[in-house]
T-cell receptor, first 113, second 114 residues
Framework: GESVGLHLPTLSVQEGDNSIINCAYS??????FIWYKQESGKGPQFIID?????DKRQGQRVTVLLNKTVKHLSLQIAATQPGDSAVYFC????????????FGQGTTLQVKP | KAGVTQTPRYLIKTRGQQVTLSCSPI?????VSWYQQTPGQGLQFLFE???????NKGNFPGRFSGRQFSNSRSEMNVSTLELGDSALYLC?????????????FGQGTRLTVV
């Protein structure tokens, strides 16, 4: 069935370093991808999205890269800060008239001071 | 403007009981989706509503149901609760489905079944 998987369950980085969180998706029909950040006790918070007709999108300190050839998505966080510590989820949406999102299992990002 | 509001935030129920959770989407958003989040299964899609109609349903038993009202507010109901229904239930709202726009989540309702 459809699935979105994350390569690393936990990522530990030093404050100030760059972080890269990876995600593999299996549905080549997906046309929209989102990265969410979830802090303890809170709902997922939108970080950045990308449509399938793009391969890169930049936000404030974050960049999402999409490689449709190998069905791979990554989130890059520049100059990682302690406040970036959270669980990060990638999600995909299939093309068509639906808002259904399929989520990966999540990667825990730990930022060491 | 106000975000997605879910009530209640926490709930404790006994096996066999039923429960109703509420979600008020962002003003102007007409699409509401529900997700169940557990440590073992992650975030799983329950159902999606738009214009008071269920447009999509996830792979959950019939004990899980929902509805959407004319003001776009949505409720989900779980009947005959089981211990395995303990989870964080999340609601997400977006403008309309299928337009590749952001989906915003509420804080969730933490349901514990004892």
């Amino acid at each position: 069935g459809e699935s979105v998987g994350l390569h690393l369950p936990t990522l530990s980085v030093q404050e100030g370093d760059n972080s890269i969180i990876n995600c593999a998706y299996s549905n080549s029909a997906s046309d929209y991808f989102i990265w969410y950040k979830q802090e303890s006790g809170k709902g997922p918070q939108f970080i950045i999205d990308i449509r399938s007709n793009m391969d890169k999108r930049q936000g404030q300190r974050v960049t999402v890269l999409l490689n449709k050839t190998v069905k791979h998505l990554s989130l890059q966080i520049a100059a990682t800060q302690p406040g970036d510590s959270a669980v990060y989820f990638c999600a995909e949406k299939s093309a068509g008239n639906t808002g259904k999102l399929i989520f990966g299992q999540g990667t825990t990002l730990q930022v060491k001071p | 403007k106000a975000g997605v509001t879910q009530t209640p935030r926490y709930l404790i129920k006994t096996r066999g009981q039923q429960v109703t959770l509420s979600c008020s989407p962002i003003s102007g958003h007409r699409s509401v989706s529900w997700y169940q989040q557990t440590p073992g299964q992650g975030l799983q899609f329950l159902f999606e509503y738009f214009s008071e109609t269920q447009r999509n349903k996830g792979n959950f038993p019939g004990r899980f149901s929902g509805r959407q009202f004319s003001n776009s507010r949505s409720e989900m109901n779980v009947s005959t609760l089981e211990l395995g229904d303990s989870a964080l239930y999340l609601c997400a709202s977006s403008l309309v489905p299928g337009t590749n726009t952001e989906a915003f989540f509420g804080q969730g309702t933490r349901l514990t079944v004892v």
